[in-house]
């Protein structure tokens, strides 16, 4: 009885599978193994190539980011270093009250606010600024304020 009930099995999971090709109307590939392997390997060849032009894109990318963020960092850091010597050519001059007079650099444009004693201290600062390396223009709007 179980030699018969596994050969209904069998036959039964051998007609299934026959009826699935047929359904499927799918062709045997005829290829040989050698047409087969250089198929493999030529999708093997392209889906490395796309692999390695994604990672070239993304590099310079990546390159492209970090370059913008370093030269953003060298031009805060070249203003910065600006404004404090202006601050401190300000604090050296006797005629002017450097704690009056607030300095902002934006990409070498130095920018004076306050007050200055005199039109002629309102120039003298102007000049002081000026005279620091790295300095492209002075923007005075020192008030007049004796």
Excluded at 4 to 10: C, I, M, R, V, Y
Excluded at 31 to 45: E, F, H, N, P, Y
Excluded at 59 to 82: F, G, H, P, R, Y
Excluded at 103 to 127: M, Y
């Amino acid at each position: 009885m179980r030699v018969q009930h596994f050969n209904a099995l069998t036959t039964t999971i051998a007609l299934v599978g026959l009826l699935s090709l047929t359904a499927c109307d799918k062709k045997p590939d005829e290829r040989t193994v050698g047409q087969k392997l250089d198929s493999t390997i030529d999708k093997i060849d392209q889906k490395t190539d796309q692999a390695k032009a994604e990672i070239k894109n993304e590099t310079a990318a990546a390159k492209e980011s970090t370059n913008q963020t370093v030269d953003s960092a060298t031009a805060k850091l070249k203003d910065a270093t600006i404004t404090t010597s202006v601050k401190a050519e300000l604090v050296k001059d006797s005629s002017l009250s450097a704690l009056k007079i607030d300095v902002d650099t934006t990409n070498g444009i130095v920018t004076l606010h306050g007050t200055a004693p005199s039109s002629v201290a309102r120039e003298h600062a102007t000049q002081l600024a000026k005279k620091i390396d790295g300095v492209v223009s002075v923007d005075n709007q020192l008030q007049i304020k004796s």
